[in-house]
């Protein structure tokens, strides 16, 4: 019979077996950041720290998703080689190509949509032109009004013999599935959850690797991408979003949809005819970049970094949730250094307080090298997007955060056109004249308290 003692010596011996065997794994393959706060959980807890490795400690998919990726490839390679225009590109397309899959190309047209209620009512307008298709895939799809509004349209859509497929992230929906995705398949709409918990054996799927993209496709020909949900504005109670959303047409479109027929046969096994691409609508130059674990790179993360070497003149990045790594800290820092403007946009208005101290344990560093840090007042300004020297933007899905870099899929827009980029500049510009900008003196007078919490947050930030 095992005694107290032996017991107790037992599971001491566990622990250090624990901590010796993930000294080797956690390393690999992992950013230095998060390889030390997982390090540091393993030394205090380790056999918790175990269980939650387990659950959430890799970002990656297993082999059967793995698969099924893979024999989507053959559909994206076939519309990046037709849109691909024969020559080199800038560095920036090329990086781009490189990560997400697909060229930069010309012809298209773009608007910018910040007006909320207006941007749902262009989606809505063009599913009730819709002659062949409409793909939808969002973070979050409420049976609120403006969800119903959009279900409504689809449902139209259907009914006139459009083929109408949606995909709902399984997490990011979960407080309105049960009711969103009856009144969908009410209405005839083939709608899905993205990334649902599965169980395969004794290994449970990641659960909080998340689908965060945001597409609204017309025919192949029109697309709507950006940060904006299928939600009303002031889901949250006390808080109102505001949102940003490229209303695009052209050839980019087609990769656009590659991207959704991709993770429409992941979730499904169902193919998607490919589409036609569409005629030249204008000459704007536009790429879209897909990134994820699906692509085995840190894609929006390296772009981001990339873009920030580039600078000559002037950065600007709004995200409501900014938890930069290293590689990112280190550009702006260098940037700042060699007399770069930068301008960091975040938002006042807080909707998730765990991410928002690990946030806030950033400024005091940001602000020590030069960087003007504007808090946005009154609402969650929920956009995602950047602009490089007035001639290069970014419009997307993605936050400038450990999550978005690591753990989600998401979807950028570059805009590769000076004038769409200061378009994008006159729009972060009204973004900043309703902030408050953030002083080194006024950040310092915070308490040791809330410096203690930041702090604490900070080193829980890479697990998140």
């Known amino acids: ?94 990086l781009a190509h490189h990560l997400g899959g697909f060229p930069a190309c010309d012809d298209n047209t773009v608007s910018l949509l910040t007006d909320y209620d207006g941007t749902i009512d262009a989606m809505v307008a063009a599913i009730d032109i819709a002659e062949t298709r409409v793909h939808l895939l969002t973070y979050i799809f409420a049976d609120d009004a403006t969800g119903t509004r959009v279900a409504q349209a689809l449902g139209r859509a259907k009914a006139r013999g459009v083929d109408v497929r949606v995909l709902i992230d399984a997490l990011g929906s979960r407080p309105w ?31 909080d690797l998340r689908n965060h993209r945001k597409l609204c496709l017309i025919d192949g020909r029109l697309g709507f991408v950006g940060s904006q949900n299928i939600v009303d504005r002031d889901f949250k109670p006390g808080i109102v979003n505001d949102e940003l ?125 030069g960087v003007q840090l504007h808090r946005y007042r009154d609402r969650l300004l929920h956009a995602k997007n950047v602009s490089i020297d007035d001639a290069i933007g970014v419009i997307g899905s993605s936050n400038a955060d450990v999550r978005s870099f690591m753990l989600n899929a998401e979807i950028s827009l570059i805009l590769h056109d000076p004038d769409t980029a200061a378009r994008l500049a006159a729009i972060q510009q009204a973004y900043i004249d309703r902030s408050e900008r953030l002083t080194l003196d006024a950040w310092n007078r915070r308490s040791r308290a809330i410096r203690l919490f930041e702090n604490l947050a900070r080193l829980v930030s890479p697990l998140l």
């Not at 009711?179 to 290994?203: K, Y």
């Not at 209303?247 to 990769?255: D, E, F, K, L, S």
């Not at 656009?256 to 204008?282: K, R």
């Not at 003149?313 to 940037?335: C, E, G, H, M, W």
Request: without cysteine.
């Open 245 to 369: 959303v490229a209303r695009v047409a052209g050839p980019v479109v087609a990769a656009l949809d590659a991207v959704f027929a991709s993770d429409w046969y992941m979730e499904t096994e169902q193919p998607i005819a490919p589409v036609a691409i569409p005629a030249g609508a204008g000459n704007i130059v536009l790429q879209a970049m897909p990134s994820g674990p699906d692509f085995g790179a840190p894609g929006f993360e390296r772009l981001l970094v990339e873009l920030v070497h580039d600078a000559a003149r002037r950065v600007v990045i709004v995200s409501p949730y900014l938890i930069p790594d290293q590689a990112l800290l280190t550009a702006i820092k260098n940037a700042a250094a060699r007399g770069v403007t930068i301008d960091l946009i975040v938002s006042q208005v807080v909707d998730q307080r765990l991410v928002s101290l690990a946030q806030r344990s950033y400024y005091q560093e940001l602000l020590e090298a």
């Open 1 to 94: 019979m095992l005694s107290a003692s032996n017991l107790a010596l037992a599971y001491l011996l566990l622990e250090w077996v624990i901590r010796l065997v993930m000294v080797v794994v956690i390393p690999l393959r992992r950013p230095p950041e998060a390889a030390r706060s997982w390090l540091l959980l393993v030394l205090f807890l380790p056999v918790p720290a175990l269980i939650l490795y387990r659950m959430i400690g890799r970002a990656g998919f297993p082999a059967w998703r793995r698969e099924r990726f893979e024999q989507t490839a053959a559909e994206r390679h076939r519309t990046a080689a037709i849109l691909h225009s024969g020559g080199q590109g800038t560095d920036i397309q090329r």
């Open 177 to 207: 599935n049960r009711r969103s995705l009856p009144l969908l398949s009410r209405l005839g709409v083939d709608a899905r959850l993205a990334l649902p918990v599965r169980f395969a054996g004794l290994r449970r799927t990641r659960s």
